[in-house]
């Protein structure tokens, strides 16, 4: 029996086994990462299937149909270019697409302005209960449906609405007209209603940007005698420059984008002086059955939105960089 085991290492009780190869211990770390990678993305898989359906397939008819001169009935005839020509020389198309632009001043400059004033304004009565009250007043448009504030402020911009009501009251009289019906007013005061939405949301945006800026900071730059102008452009305005990008890049979507207000309030009027691009689709569309116009239009305006959200994106990375 003893010649069996002759050669054999001894064994000692209690011995710790052989430590792996580190080419096992590779395959190992390797099969985990994989392992935890594959779980990763098959827990992506309904996202990003929910996201091809019903973005990325829809972005993809709508490149074919406007290549197409089509009325959504009868069969298809092959355009090529010539809807992104309709939509360049069309005046009507021209003016939609400006129309939109000249939005930009009333949904996203102006709402933008006055969010850092208030917010600031805030700020500085952040103890008292006047600033619940006041961020609760502000954002109150946000929770409001766009078909409602549209309506309401139909009302009130109407002939006998309370603005011309208010100038008469304060002997401005002569002001008032029709503001919705008026050529010269009618998209100003579109923009008014666009402002009174969005003030609320670039408000709440600036003042979480504020919360995070150091206290200590402004108790520093007083002591140094910087007065309150000088602590908004040297303390608060780099400290919010993140939440100000944001809030741009919503307004400004909101702006080229625009549809619910002004199909409520003007439905493009008077004439085509509210049109604008997401409007003039819907008519494509569904009055006049031009579905390859409509398609390049909406196509266009995708183009429009990411030319100025993605430069904005960029700035904003370049700074933080």
Known sequence: MSSIHEGAAPVRAGAAPSSPSPRAARRRRVRRRLSGAAWAYLLVVPAAAFYAVFVLRPIVLTAQYSLYDWNGIKPAVWAGLDNYVEVFTNPKLVGAILNSFELIIYFSIIPVVLALFAANVIRGIATSRLAGVARTILFLPQVIPL??????WS???STNGMVNQLLRAVGLGFLGRAWLGDFETALPAVGVIGAWVQLGLCLILILAGMSKIDPTLYEAARIDGAGPVREFFSITLPGVRQELAVAVTVTVIAALASFDIIYISTQ??????????????YYLAFFDREIGTASALALTLMV??????????RILRGRES
């Open 147 to 152: 078909v409602a504030a549209g309506i309401m």
């Open 155 to 157: 009302w009130q911009l």
């Open 268 to 281: 493009g009027g008077p004439g085509n002086s509210t049109l604008v691009p997401g409007l003039q689709v």
């Open 304 to 313: 429009l939105v990411l030319a100025i959200v993605i430069p904005l994106q």
